[in-house]
């Protein structure tokens, strides 16, 4: 099974989970974690996986804001066991990482943070046992129905004003709604998969979690 790495280094490899193994790649900045963040990727049945470029990305915004980031396969995708559970198996998914890491690592939870279908099941998580940090990116609210939930945590929700894979204005405007107030950040321009704004994605999440921490 797999063991936490030392400072600065990172591992790759299986955990138990709630309908067989999980895969996951974990990553740790050189001065030491302050903390873990756990990262959900896109959509399963749509080539989601913990490598998308934009999971990735807020992994790497992790380690540059003193963090432990942790990228993990649901059920079913590549070395992960089980099959697709419509977005609910996969939250417990999501638990099971966070718990291990949170076990294995002897840190404290910094944040939960995901990329569309991952965002969405990151907010169920945060809903049932609020982090100190919640970071959406392309959230689609249209997998939730009637009201959003609002945990308890300081959210950062950014968008691209272009995204054309989910209906992004009722997203901007069904999270811009809640109470308190979500950071609500917008990429003008930019499509779903970010093309061409990553980077500005990356400073953005780094910029949160600092001021989080």
């Given amino acids: 099974m797999l063991e936490w790495p030392e400072a600065g280094e990172s591992a790759s490899g299986q955990i138990d989970g709630p309908a067989g193994e999980l895969q996951i790649d974990i990553d740790t900045p050189e001065e030491g974690a302050r903390g873990i963040v756990v990262i959900c990727h896109p959509h399963p049945q749509h080539g989601g996986t913990k490598d998308n470029k934009v999971v990735f990305m807020i992994a790497r915004a992790a380690v540059m804001a003193g963090l432990a980031a942790?990228?993990?396969?649901?059920?079913?995708?590549?070395?992960?066991?089980?099959?697709?559970?419509?977005?609910?198996?996969?939250?417990?998914?999501?638990?099971?990482?966070?718990?291990?890491?949170?076990?294995?690592?002897?840190?404290?939870?910094?944040?939960?943070?995901?990329?569309?279908?991952?965002?969405?099941?990151?907010?169920?998580?945060?809903?049932?046992?609020?982090?100190?940090?919640?970071?959406?990116?392309?959230?689609?609210?249209?997998?939730?129905?009637?009201?959003?939930?609002?945990?308890?945590?300081?959210?950062?929700?950014?968008?691209?004003?272009?995204?054309?894979?989910?209906?992004?204005?009722?997203?901007?405007?069904?999270?811009?709604?809640?109470?308190?107030?979500?950071?609500?950040?917008?990429?003008?321009?930019?499509?779903?998969f970010l093309h061409g704004r990553l980077t500005d994605l990356r400073k953005r999440v780094v910029a949160h979690l600092k001021e989080s921490l």
């Avoid at 638990?95 to 099941?121: I, M």
């Avoid at 959406?136 to 939930?149: K, N, W």
């Fill in 70 to 192: 942790i990228r993990f396969n649901f059920r079913g995708v590549g070395a992960s066991q089980g099959s697709y559970d419509a977005g609910l198996g996969e939250v417990d998914d999501a638990a099971a990482v966070r718990d291990w890491a949170l076990a294995a690592s002897d840190l404290p939870l910094a944040a939960l943070t995901g990329f569309s279908f991952g965002s969405a099941v990151a907010l169920r998580l945060a809903d049932r046992d609020a982090p100190p940090s919640l970071v959406t990116v392309g959230f689609p609210s249209t997998y939730f129905d009637g009201a959003l939930p609002r945990p308890q945590t300081d959210w950062l929700a950014v968008f691209g004003d272009a995204d054309d894979v989910i209906d992004v204005d009722t997203s901007i405007a069904a999270v811009r709604e809640l109470e308190p107030p979500v950071d609500v950040q917008i990429l003008e321009g930019a499509g779903h």
